[in-house]
Protein backbone atom coordinates (compact mmCIF):
# COMPACT_ATOMS: atom_id res chain seq x y z
CA UNK A 1 0.00 0.00 0.00
CA UNK A 2 1.09 3.34 -0.89
CA UNK A 3 1.32 4.96 2.59
CA UNK A 4 0.83 9.08 1.83
CA UNK A 5 -2.26 9.04 0.23
CA UNK A 6 -3.55 6.80 2.68
CA UNK A 7 -2.59 9.05 6.11
CA UNK A 8 -3.65 11.98 3.81
CA UNK A 9 -7.47 10.39 3.30
CA UNK A 10 -7.20 9.15 7.43
CA UNK A 11 -6.17 13.05 8.21
CA UNK A 12 -8.59 14.92 6.14
CA UNK A 13 -11.19 12.10 7.54
CA UNK A 14 -9.71 13.24 11.06
CA UNK A 15 -10.34 17.17 10.31
CA UNK A 16 -7.15 17.99 9.66
CA UNK A 17 -7.51 19.02 5.82
CA UNK A 18 -4.62 22.01 5.66
CA UNK A 19 -2.40 19.22 4.79
CA UNK A 20 -0.17 19.95 1.67
CA UNK A 21 2.28 16.61 1.32
CA UNK A 22 2.85 13.67 3.86
CA UNK A 23 6.05 12.22 2.65
CA UNK A 24 6.67 8.31 4.27
CA UNK A 25 8.96 8.33 7.63
CA UNK A 26 11.04 5.23 7.80
CA UNK A 27 12.13 3.13 10.51
CA UNK A 28 9.03 1.76 12.08
CA UNK A 29 7.71 -1.93 11.09
CA UNK A 30 4.00 -2.19 12.17
CA UNK A 31 1.99 1.20 10.85
CA UNK A 32 2.52 3.21 7.97
CA UNK A 33 3.83 6.13 9.18
CA UNK A 34 4.82 10.17 7.71
CA UNK A 35 5.97 13.69 8.13
CA UNK A 36 2.82 15.71 7.20
CA UNK A 37 3.41 19.64 5.88
CA UNK A 38 0.63 21.54 6.49
CA UNK A 39 -0.44 25.04 5.19
CA UNK A 40 -1.60 26.71 8.48
CA UNK A 41 0.10 25.03 11.13
CA UNK A 42 3.37 23.05 12.26
CA UNK A 43 4.43 19.85 10.32
CA UNK A 44 2.93 17.09 12.05
CA UNK A 45 4.48 12.56 12.11
CA UNK A 46 1.27 10.58 11.40
CA UNK A 47 0.99 7.04 12.24
CA UNK A 48 -2.14 4.27 10.88
CA UNK A 49 -2.53 1.20 10.36
CA UNK A 50 -4.12 -0.35 6.90
CA UNK A 51 -6.17 -2.98 9.19
CA UNK A 52 -6.12 -1.69 13.00
CA UNK A 53 -5.55 -4.52 15.22
CA UNK A 54 -8.02 -3.11 17.74
CA UNK A 55 -10.06 0.56 18.29
CA UNK A 56 -7.52 0.90 21.69
CA UNK A 57 -4.11 0.88 19.85
CA UNK A 58 -3.33 4.62 19.61
CA UNK A 59 -5.69 5.50 22.70
CA UNK A 60 -3.17 3.49 24.70
CA UNK A 61 -0.77 4.11 22.96
CA UNK A 62 -0.94 7.88 24.11
CA UNK A 63 -1.63 6.99 27.49
CA UNK A 64 2.12 5.51 27.54
CA UNK A 65 3.72 8.49 26.04
CA UNK A 66 1.78 10.85 29.31
CA UNK A 67 2.86 8.32 31.80
CA UNK A 68 6.35 8.32 30.66
CA UNK A 69 6.02 12.26 30.12
CA UNK A 70 4.01 13.02 33.57
CA UNK A 71 5.20 9.98 35.63
CA UNK A 72 8.86 9.24 34.58
CA UNK A 73 9.96 12.83 33.68
CA UNK A 74 11.46 11.41 30.22
CA UNK A 75 10.79 13.69 27.16
CA UNK A 76 8.11 12.79 24.65
CA UNK A 77 6.08 13.92 21.60
CA UNK A 78 3.05 15.79 21.82
CA UNK A 79 0.30 14.39 21.03
CA UNK A 80 -2.36 16.20 19.32
CA UNK A 81 -4.62 13.28 18.00
CA UNK A 82 -5.34 9.84 18.97
CA UNK A 83 -8.28 7.73 17.95
CA UNK A 84 -9.52 5.03 16.88
CA UNK A 85 -7.58 5.25 13.26
CA UNK A 86 -5.25 7.67 14.00
CA UNK A 87 -1.97 8.89 15.97
CA UNK A 88 -0.83 12.73 15.09
CA UNK A 89 2.25 13.29 17.24
CA UNK A 90 4.56 16.48 16.81
CA UNK A 91 7.91 16.26 15.17
CA UNK A 92 11.03 14.83 16.32
CA UNK A 93 14.09 14.92 14.91
CA UNK A 94 17.15 12.38 13.99
CA UNK A 95 19.00 11.89 16.94
CA UNK A 96 22.61 13.43 16.91
CA UNK A 97 25.42 10.89 16.24
CA UNK A 98 27.77 11.55 19.45
CA UNK A 99 28.31 10.22 23.01
CA UNK A 100 27.38 13.66 24.64
CA UNK A 101 23.61 12.65 23.19
CA UNK A 102 23.16 9.03 24.31
CA UNK A 103 25.25 10.43 28.16
CA UNK A 104 22.18 12.06 27.94
CA UNK A 105 19.93 9.44 27.69
CA UNK A 106 21.61 7.66 30.00
CA UNK A 107 20.71 9.98 32.40
CA UNK A 108 16.89 10.29 31.31
CA UNK A 109 16.53 6.62 31.52
CA UNK A 110 18.40 5.94 34.78
CA UNK A 111 16.07 9.01 36.43
CA UNK A 112 13.03 7.07 34.59
CA UNK A 113 14.09 3.57 35.96
CA UNK A 114 14.84 4.76 39.40
CA UNK A 115 11.87 7.17 40.34
CA UNK A 116 8.68 5.08 39.62
CA UNK A 117 9.41 2.02 41.54
CA UNK A 118 6.15 0.01 42.34
CA UNK A 119 5.06 -1.97 44.65
CA UNK A 120 3.53 -4.22 41.81
CA UNK A 121 4.14 -5.42 38.50
CA UNK A 122 1.83 -4.67 35.29
CA UNK A 123 -0.03 -1.89 34.54
CA UNK A 124 -4.17 -1.08 34.74
CA UNK A 125 -4.86 -1.98 30.92
CA UNK A 126 -3.60 -3.73 28.46
CA UNK A 127 -1.68 -2.43 25.79
CA UNK A 128 -0.16 -2.94 22.34
CA UNK A 129 3.05 -3.99 21.29
CA UNK A 130 3.79 -3.54 17.43
CA UNK A 131 0.60 -5.29 16.25
CA UNK A 132 0.05 -7.30 19.34
CA UNK A 133 -1.98 -6.84 22.09
CA UNK A 134 0.32 -6.84 25.66
CA UNK A 135 -1.55 -8.28 28.29
CA UNK A 136 -0.70 -6.73 31.83
CA UNK A 137 -3.07 -6.93 34.35
CA UNK A 138 -1.53 -6.75 38.06
CA UNK A 139 1.11 -9.20 40.20
CA UNK A 140 2.73 -9.21 42.98
CA UNK A 141 5.53 -11.68 41.58
CA UNK A 142 7.42 -10.18 39.20
CA UNK A 143 9.29 -13.68 37.89
CA UNK A 144 5.33 -15.14 37.68
CA UNK A 145 4.20 -12.23 35.95
CA UNK A 146 7.16 -11.86 33.32
CA UNK A 147 6.68 -15.56 32.41
CA UNK A 148 2.75 -15.58 31.91
CA UNK A 149 2.85 -12.28 30.12
CA UNK A 150 5.99 -11.72 28.62
CA UNK A 151 7.12 -15.05 27.80
CA UNK A 152 4.32 -17.65 27.34
CA UNK A 153 2.08 -15.75 26.33
CA UNK A 154 3.41 -15.47 22.64
CA UNK A 155 3.70 -19.85 22.42
CA UNK A 156 0.05 -19.70 20.97
CA UNK A 157 0.97 -17.39 18.18
CA UNK A 158 0.96 -19.20 14.63
CA UNK A 159 4.50 -17.89 13.41
CA UNK A 160 6.10 -18.61 16.99
CA UNK A 161 3.94 -22.45 16.73
CA UNK A 162 5.82 -23.11 13.28
CA UNK A 163 9.62 -21.95 13.91
CA UNK A 164 9.79 -23.24 17.56
CA UNK A 165 9.66 -27.00 17.73
CA UNK A 166 8.34 -29.18 21.19
CA UNK A 167 11.76 -29.53 22.81
CA UNK A 168 11.95 -25.46 22.09
CA UNK A 169 8.50 -24.90 23.50
CA UNK A 170 9.44 -27.10 26.74
CA UNK A 171 12.68 -25.64 27.21
CA UNK A 172 11.29 -22.15 27.15
CA UNK A 173 9.00 -23.66 29.87
CA UNK A 174 11.45 -24.74 32.07
CA UNK A 175 13.60 -21.31 31.87
CA UNK A 176 10.46 -19.88 33.27
CA UNK A 177 10.43 -21.90 36.50
CA UNK A 178 14.19 -21.47 37.01
CA UNK A 179 13.57 -17.51 36.37
CA UNK A 180 14.24 -16.58 40.07
CA UNK A 181 17.44 -18.75 40.06
CA UNK A 182 18.49 -16.83 36.65
CA UNK A 183 17.58 -12.89 37.11
CA UNK A 184 17.54 -10.68 40.46
CA UNK A 185 15.16 -10.11 42.64
CA UNK A 186 14.56 -6.65 41.80
CA UNK A 187 11.37 -4.07 42.46
CA UNK A 188 9.14 -2.88 39.63
CA UNK A 189 9.59 0.34 38.16
CA UNK A 190 7.96 2.31 34.69
CA UNK A 191 9.33 0.97 31.72
CA UNK A 192 9.04 1.92 27.66
CA UNK A 193 8.61 -1.21 27.04
CA UNK A 194 9.85 -1.44 23.51
CA UNK A 195 13.20 0.42 23.90
CA UNK A 196 15.19 -0.32 20.39
CA UNK A 197 17.44 2.15 19.13
CA UNK A 198 14.72 3.55 16.01
CA UNK A 199 12.82 4.41 19.37
CA UNK A 200 15.36 6.78 21.08
CA UNK A 201 14.87 10.37 18.63
CA UNK A 202 15.89 13.77 19.74
CA UNK A 203 14.16 17.45 20.28
CA UNK A 204 14.85 20.47 18.06
CA UNK A 205 17.74 21.33 21.13
CA UNK A 206 18.99 17.90 20.85
CA UNK A 207 17.81 16.80 23.95
CA UNK A 208 16.66 12.56 24.26
CA UNK A 209 13.00 11.84 23.40
CA UNK A 210 11.04 8.71 23.01
CA UNK A 211 8.76 7.46 21.16
CA UNK A 212 6.36 4.26 20.61
CA UNK A 213 6.31 2.69 24.09
CA UNK A 214 4.65 -0.17 25.37
CA UNK A 215 4.92 0.95 29.19
CA UNK A 216 4.08 -1.18 31.81
CA UNK A 217 5.66 -1.46 35.34
CA UNK A 218 7.94 -4.15 34.97
CA UNK A 219 12.09 -4.60 35.75
CA UNK A 220 14.25 -1.96 34.39
CA UNK A 221 16.12 -4.77 32.60
CA UNK A 222 14.00 -4.96 30.23
CA UNK A 223 14.65 -1.83 28.67
CA UNK A 224 18.31 -2.44 29.13
CA UNK A 225 17.97 -5.57 27.31
CA UNK A 226 16.02 -4.13 24.10
CA UNK A 227 18.98 -1.37 23.74
CA UNK A 228 21.86 -3.64 24.38
CA UNK A 229 20.56 -6.11 21.90
CA UNK A 230 19.10 -4.49 19.18
CA UNK A 231 22.53 -3.17 17.41
CA UNK A 232 23.25 0.29 19.48
CA UNK A 233 25.87 2.52 17.40
CA UNK A 234 29.25 2.60 18.65
CA UNK A 235 29.14 5.62 20.32
CA UNK A 236 25.59 4.64 22.33
CA UNK A 237 28.97 2.28 24.79
CA UNK A 238 28.88 5.87 26.72
CA UNK A 239 25.59 4.96 27.70
CA UNK A 240 25.89 1.89 28.97
CA UNK A 241 28.87 2.52 30.63
CA UNK A 242 26.80 5.85 32.30
CA UNK A 243 24.04 4.15 33.16
CA UNK A 244 25.19 1.13 35.00
CA UNK A 245 27.35 3.64 37.29
CA UNK A 246 23.53 5.71 37.98
CA UNK A 247 22.08 2.67 38.91
CA UNK A 248 24.52 0.78 40.68
CA UNK A 249 24.48 -2.27 38.07
CA UNK A 250 26.37 -5.62 39.00
CA UNK A 251 29.00 -6.87 36.75
CA UNK A 252 26.68 -9.72 35.35
CA UNK A 253 24.24 -7.67 34.08
CA UNK A 254 25.15 -8.41 30.69
CA UNK A 255 24.99 -12.11 30.60
CA UNK A 256 20.98 -11.63 31.49
CA UNK A 257 20.63 -9.57 28.43
CA UNK A 258 19.95 -12.75 26.24
CA UNK A 259 16.69 -13.95 28.79
CA UNK A 260 15.45 -10.84 29.32
CA UNK A 261 15.25 -10.27 25.68
CA UNK A 262 13.56 -13.63 24.59
CA UNK A 263 10.04 -11.26 25.72
CA UNK A 264 11.18 -9.03 22.21
CA UNK A 265 12.65 -11.90 20.17
CA UNK A 266 9.53 -13.90 20.75
CA UNK A 267 7.32 -10.91 19.96
CA UNK A 268 9.23 -10.33 16.70
CA UNK A 269 8.77 -14.09 15.68
CA UNK A 270 5.27 -13.96 16.02
CA UNK A 271 4.54 -10.85 14.07
CA UNK A 272 6.57 -10.68 10.86
CA UNK A 273 7.61 -13.02 8.37
CA UNK A 274 11.25 -11.97 7.93
CA UNK A 275 11.77 -12.47 11.49
CA UNK A 276 15.50 -10.98 11.67
CA UNK A 277 17.66 -13.35 13.17
CA UNK A 278 15.12 -13.77 16.27
CA UNK A 279 14.34 -17.85 15.78
CA UNK A 280 17.97 -18.29 15.81
CA UNK A 281 18.45 -15.81 19.03
CA UNK A 282 15.54 -17.94 20.61
CA UNK A 283 16.95 -20.94 20.23
CA UNK A 284 20.58 -20.09 21.20
CA UNK A 285 19.40 -18.99 24.41
CA UNK A 286 17.06 -21.80 25.25
CA UNK A 287 19.67 -24.25 24.47
CA UNK A 288 21.11 -25.06 28.11
CA UNK A 289 17.15 -25.52 28.58
CA UNK A 290 16.77 -28.25 26.32
CA UNK A 291 16.45 -32.23 27.75
CA UNK A 292 19.65 -33.95 26.81
CA UNK A 293 19.72 -37.81 26.43
Known sequence: MQSAPFLLDRLGRAGISDVVTVEPATGGL??????????????????????????DVFVAEAEGL????????????????????????????????TEAFWERFAH??????????????????DNWLGRRRQTNGWHDDGFAFFAQHRLLRWLGEPRVEAALDRDDRLALERLCDRLPDLLPDRPACLTHGDLWAQNVLATADGQPALI???????WAEVDLAHVWSTAPPPEAQRFFTVYAELTSLDG?????????????????????????GAADQIRATLAPFRTRS
Open 252 to 276: DWQARMPIVQLRQHLAVLAQFDDDW
Open 66 to 97: AALREVGGVVTPEVILADRELLVLSVLRPRPR
Open 108 to 125: MLAHLHLSTTHPRFGWHR
Open 30 to 55: AALAGIATRREAPSVFVKAFAEAPDD
Open 212 to 218: DPAVSYL
